[in-house]
């Protein structure tokens, strides 16, 4: 944006479990370039990059062998890192923002704010253990660890629906569209923090 600093960021983290590396631009187009080695998280990953608008770039090497939870929850933490980090002061960022999204037989809600406080409420039941060889309930474990290190208070509610890989998609992009809502640039508040406390960082 125009007279607007670069909102960009790259965070490695390196432990016994997982190598990873994420490079992010809010105020992209959505371009996503994504390999973590579950197949259905990259998927998912995918459709919170392009629905968000937020340039991705993840790669991470995980132990896979075992199982995909270190891999989804070390993904979330540098993912929400990187947010976190480009949005620095947050100045000037809408904040808040909510959707009910349908798709097919399925509507899921997110709601968010951007407050420098993480908290997550995740109201999602799966019916099955696994979508394709992903275990559902790693979706929460992303979710959380996302909303943690992003400073991000997200809610995310699934009214109903059948199809579990339909669940797990409206998940992903309901809470894009809101992120992609709530961090934009207000224009009647550019460089005004959006609180009466003057602070949005905890």
Request: net charge negative; charged share 20%; proline share 1%.
């Amino acid at each position: 944006m125009a007279g607007q600093a670069a909102r960009t960021a790259t965070v490695s983290r390196k432990t016994k479990e997982t190598d990873i590396s994420v490079e992010i631009n809010l105020d992209g187009t959505g371009k996503y370039d994504v390999s973590t080695g579950a197949g259905f998280f990259d998927h998912m990953l995918e459709q919170l990059s392009r629905h968000s608008l937020i340039d991705m770039t993840i790669r991470c090497k995980g132990d896979l062998h075992i199982d995909a939870h270190h891999t989804s929850e070390d993904v979330g933490i540098a993912l929400g890192q990187a947010v976190s980090n480009a949005l620095g002061d947050r100045a000037g960022i809408c904040r808040y923002a909510s959707l009910d999204l349908a798709m097919d037989e399925t509507l899921t809600r997110a709601a968010m704010d951007v407050s420098g406080r993480p908290y997550l409420i995740w109201q999602v039941v799966f019916s099955r253990d696994k979508v394709g060889e992903y275990d559902t309930e790693l979706f929460k474990e992303f979710f959380q660890a996302f909303a943690q290190n992003a400073g991000i208070t997200l809610h995310v509610t699934n009214h109903y629906g059948e199809n579990n890989h339909h669940i797990a998609e409206t998940c992903f992009k309901a809470v894009a569209r809101t992120l992609r809502a709530a961090i934009a640039i207000d224009p009647r508040q550019v460089g005004v923090i959006p609180s009466t406390k003057g602070s949005l960082n905890g």
